[in-house]
T-cell receptor, first 116, second 120 residues
Framework: AQSVTQLDSQVPVFEEAPVELRCNYS??????LFWYVQYPNQGLQLLLK??????LVKGINGFEAEFNKSQTSFHLRKPSVHISDTAEYFC??????????????FGSGTRLQVQP | GAVVSQHPSWVICKSGTSVKIECRSL??????MFWYRQFPKQSLMLMAT?????????EQGVEKDKFLINHASLTLSTLTVTSAHPEDSSFYIC????????????????FGEGSRLTVL
């Protein structure tokens, strides 16, 4: 069984400040990790994913995340946030990277609130 | 990226009626689609896995007779909420993994825009 923990339900931050959204996972098998962003009343958009290779993954909109196997973490970072980054962010895990047979397990989400 | 479309994006219905939500993969084929439910300010909870040409697999606690899923083609899955009640009001989101074209092997699930159901 897999699980994802997002410890911070809300993260307030000022515009142009750096931000880190934390994600920890547990799994008994190899994992594949994802970060999604959800704007109000919309579906999910993929920010980035880790399937294999380099542990530092760069995504869209200036976001990046680092896979740390020893700490079972996949924290999301951005060096300078904008008002438009205000949204809900979900970390997700899968034990199947590309077959499409397995659903994702989502964390509880972190609300990023960027203030001017 | 690949596109998944849901319709309707929002629907209001009376208690006791049935509502159908469609999920379409627009530029790729998807043998498997997933239906999620999201309550306000909460995460997505998997309801069921929809497989083309076979019965859906429901997660524990999800009533299969309440939430009917039909995956009749490689690009369409439907979720029907039967005899809807106010407690069924929620945001329903579908997702699909590409099994053809440019979506193949990306390891990514593509999500629809979601459908907000309000039962009065």
């Amino acid at each position: 069984a897999q699980s994802v923990t997002q410890l911070d339900s809300q993260v307030p931050v000022f515009e142009e400040a750096p931000v880190e959204l934390r994600c920890n996972y547990s799994s008994s098998v190899s994992v594949y990790l994802f970060w999604y962003v959800q704007y109000p009343n919309q579906g999910l958009q993929l920010l980035l994913k880790y399937l294999s290779g380099s542990t530092l993954v760069k995504g869209i909109n200036g976001f990046e995340a680092e896979f740390n196997k020893s700490q079972t973490s996949f924290h999301l970072r951005k060096p300078s946030v904008h008002i438009s980054d205000t949204a809900e962010y979900f970390c997700a895990v899968s034990d199947s990277p590309g077959t499409g047979r397995r659903a994702l397990t989502f964390g509880s989400g972190t609300r990023l609130q960027v203030q001017p | 990226g690949a596109v998944v479309s849901q319709h309707p994006s929002w629907v209001i219905c009376k208690s006791g009626t049935s509502v159908k939500i469609e999920c379409r993969s627009l530029d790729f084929q998807a043998t498997t689609m997933f239906w999620y439910r999201q309550f306000p300010k909460q995460s997505l909870m998997l309801m069921a896995t929809s497989n083309e040409g076979s019965k859906a697999t429901y997660e524990q606690g999800v009533e299969k007779d309440k939430f009917l899923i039909n995956h009749a083609s490689l690009t369409l899955s439907t979720l029907t909420v039967t005899s809807a009640h106010p407690e069924d009001s929620s945001f329903y989101i579908c997702s699909a993994a590409g099994t053809s074209g440019r979506a193949l092997g990306t390891g990514e699930l593509f999500f629809g825009e979601g459908s907000r159901l309000t039962v009065l």
